[in-house]
Nanobody, 119 residues
Framework: QLQLVESGGGLVQPGGSLRLSCAAS????????MGWYRQAPGKQRELVAS???????NYADSVKGRFTISRDNAKNTMYLQMNSLKPEDTAVYYC?????????????WGQGTQGTVSS
């Protein structure tokens, strides 16, 4: 089994930065891709950024140029560097990992970490 634990959330002023971390443990092999999702109050969960096993990245239009997703394979950790934060970035941020085993897609989720952007 795979466990994901997010950290790094908190309260920041508009224009500030946060760096989120997602530590993976357990059955960490054969992860096809990882990503960050977020869910703001009253809104659906949305994909913010993703990174494949080959290192290819993708970003939601709303965060392009401001957020950077990265990984450290040696530490089994994924990061989301969030700069130039806006109040609309306020959300619970979730770490996601996807694994395809025996032609079946498995999605794993962390418990979430709260990021709040407010003056």
């Amino acid at each position: 089994q795979l466990q994901l634990v997010e950290s790094g959330g908190g309260l920041v002023q508009p224009g500030g930065s946060l760096r989120l971390s997602c530590a993976a443990s357990g059955s960490i092999f054969s992860i096809n891709g990882m990503g960050w999702y977020r869910q703001a109050p009253g809104k659906q969960r949305e994909l913010v950024a993703s990174i494949t096993s080959s290192g290819s990245t993708n970003y939601a239009d709303s965060v392009k140029g401001r957020f950077t997703i990265s990984r450290d394979n040696a530490k089994n950790t994924m990061y989301l560097q969030m700069n130039s934060l806006k109040p609309e970035d306020t959300a619970v941020y979730y770490c996601n990992a996807r694994r395809i085993t025996m032609a079946v897609i498995y999605d794993y989720w962390g418990q979430g970490t709260q990021g709040t952007v407010s003056s």
